[in-house]
């Protein structure tokens, strides 16, 4: 009999435990069917971003302000979003939800990107009118300012949560990113803000410099492998210690393997988009079924069993997580050195 792959995440019930994250692919209703059909247990719309929404509601009181004295129907020529990184202002994205509401059977999760409150609290009540089973927000912040504090940073944060999760009905996550000085202590915060999930990690776009031009270049790069290791250390330290808060890796992941990986270390879900853009949404059938594999070949029935064998509350030698292994592993290179 093949194991049951059937997880909970941000209370929703899913098939599997694989979801393609927020791409700007994930616009297309077209690709959004093929990844379902591939497996996909949900998908995560790409991000409306605080910078779209600020842009049509300034580009709608500059109108309003020329027609002030026209006709009233002038007002039908006012544009009816301001068009996006991804091409979609927030009225379209309104229109996204709802159209892959309809196409879909799994859950649609949209994600919100910013890092103030401004209209946040009134753009995720229409996200969440519109149907999205779920809202992601991607808190994607690069501290420029000298004088901001790692505390002023977190309090935002915790205010923008507290206020999103009072306004709508359905499930809030938050998609973190690793340079917090304390994640453990922050992801119990965000819990009790109403957090009902926690993303890790988000990635923050990191520029090259281009010696030919003296330019910088901010052109996206997919994930490789070697970036699963830091969401899988804290996924681990998190397994079972959070209350209610779901828990999802994401970055890193490309093979069926590293599926496994983030559920022993305590995942409820893993996310991918990188090896999709790559391979295309076929891929995702390949990581069901090897995830599935896995399983039979190791007699697990559910993934209740398997999730978080590896954790930290779970583990036999917890030292594997803190200082003591550092300080091991320097050890061992060095004698094989």
Known sequence: MKPSLATRYLGL?????????????????????????????????????????????????????????????????????????????????????????????????????GSTLTGWTEHAGLIA??????????????????????????????DIVAAVCGCVDVPVSVKLTPYLSAVGHFATELQAAGAAGLVLFNRLMEPDIDLHRMKLVDAPHLSTQAELRLPLLWTAILAGRLQTASLAVS?????????????LAGADVVMTTSTILRAGPGEMARLVSGLQDWMQAREFAGIGQMRGIMSWQRSRDRTAYTRA?????????????
């Open 13 to 113: 019930e899913l098939r599997n435990p694989l979801i393609a994250s927020a791409s700007p692919l994930n616009a297309d209703l077209n690709h959004l069917r093929r990844l379902e059909d591939a497996g996909a247990a949900a998908v995560v719309l790409p991000s409306l971003f605080q910078e779209q929404i600020e842009a049509e509601l300034e580009a709608h009181e500059t109108m309003m302000g020329a027609q002030a004295n026209a006709s009233p129907e002038a007002q039908s020529y006012f544009p009816a979003s301001v068009q996006g990184p991804y091409g979609l202002g927030p009225h379209l994205y309104l229109e996204l939800i709802r159209g892959a509401r309809e196409a879909l059977d799994i859950p649609v999760i949209a994600s919100l990107n």
């Open 129 to 158: 009118e519109a149907g999205a089973s779920a809202i992601e927000l991607n808190m994607y912040h690069i501290p420029t300012d000298l004088a901001e504090t790692g505390q002023d940073i977190e309090a935002r944060s915790l």
């Open 251 to 263: 970055s890193g992941v490309g093979t069926a393997q590293d599926v496994v990986k983030g559920l």
């Open 325 to 337: 292994n550092y300080l091991r592993i320097l050890h061992n290179y060095a004698v094989l050195g």
